[in-house]
């Protein structure tokens, strides 16, 4: 699979006020990025930032690099953006090193533009700066997306809002990076965009900055493989434990290791349901605990998600 990710983050500005955590955020998201949890590699990055006099991003050599990332035919072209942001009347800019004026950065309908022409399979914009949440949208005032198949828009705030900072890193690349790490991940240890906005949306209170998540997709798109948080083999005895999505498998004590009478094959089985409830996929009937149910000879049964994880595997798709 071809992965390409152009990774950008500006504190040096000639005409404007400095940043002082861009930078830092680009390298720590282009390290999430470059490889999965097993250490295999995940991206093909491209790193630009912007330090100082000797080493701006100016707005050239920006616009070439969005141009190049977009211009393959990748399974997925990624691009993040920490730094300032601009937006008046005909739309929105990231600023680079050496823009006089805010609009005389890279427009954001400009970029929109080359991810919506782009072939590559899936082109996702990650923008950590303010007003960044009219990407996508034709004029400020115009609340709708104009994105095609295949280009998600995640943004740290919304249009009218600044992005916040806290200790000396952006609050919305923070949440990035931990979902990247494992914090949005599913059963499988797959991380997708859309459970990465739901980090970032579910880790914000309602009077703090707001991430925007536009989205127009017909595939399934992995951003990174984790450590999933139960054994597939495991995760794939769902099936086996339990003949239908509604059954309750009856327990008694010999599931119990230590119980009068423990059987050891039940004892297996019990070690599974006891990972499966770590992870919301079983619950005992009738007892606060499985060791209780066991005992009790109550019985378990599938979560709402354990029955969707449950179909899943009935339909062959994991």
């Known amino acids: 699979m071809s992965r390409k990710a152009l990774v950008v983050g500006i504190d040096h500005y000639a005409h404007a006020s400095p940043l002082f955590g861009c930078v830092n955020d680009a390298h720590v998201v282009n390290s999430a990025l470059e490889r999965h949890a097993d250490g295999t590699r995940n991206f093909a990055t491209r790193l630009m930032t912007g330090t100082g006099d000797a080493s701006p991003v100016n707005r050239r050599e920006l616009r070439q690099a969005a141009q190049e990332l977009f211009a393959g035919d990748d399974d997925i072209a990624l691009f993040y953006f920490a730094g300032h942001g601009y937006i008046e009347q005909v ?70 809002q600044y992005a916040a900072e806290k200790d000396g890193s952006g609050l919305f690349t923070s949440l990035f ?89 039940n004892n297996e089985i019990f070690a599974d349901l006891q990972e499966m409830v770590k992870v919301n996929l079983v619950r005992p009937v009738g007892e606060a605990h499985m060791y209780f149910a066991a005992m009790n000879s109550k019985s378990c049964r599938l979560t709402v998600l354990g029955e969707h994880y449950w179909k899943l595997l009935d339909a062959d798709i994991i």
């Open 91 to 160: 739309g929105g800019y990231l600023i680079c090193s050496d823009s006089e004026d805010g609009n005389d950065g890279l427009s954001l309908n400009e970029l929109v533009a080359m991810a919506n022409e782009s072939k590559a399979k899936s082109r996702i914009i990650v923008l950590d700066s303010c007003h960044s949440g009219i990407a996508g949208n034709a004029k400020p005032n115009d609340e709708h997306a104009t994105i095609n198949i295949g280009v998600t828009i995640l943004t740290a705030s919304t249009l009218k």
């Open 177 to 265: 990076v931990d979902a990247l790490n494992g914090g949005a991940a599913n059963l499988l240890g797959e991380v997708t965009p859309g459970a990465v906005y739901a980090h970032i949306d579910q880790s914000l209170g309602p009077w703090d900055q707001r991430p925007l998540f536009k989205t127009n997709v017909t595939t399934f798109t992995s951003l990174k493989r984790v450590q999933p948080p139960i054994a597939l083999d495991t995760l794939k005895k769902l099936r086996e434990y339990f003949e239908s999505p509604g059954y309750e498998l009856p327990l008694d004590p010999s599931f119990e290791p230590d119980s009068p009478l423990p059987d050891e094959r």
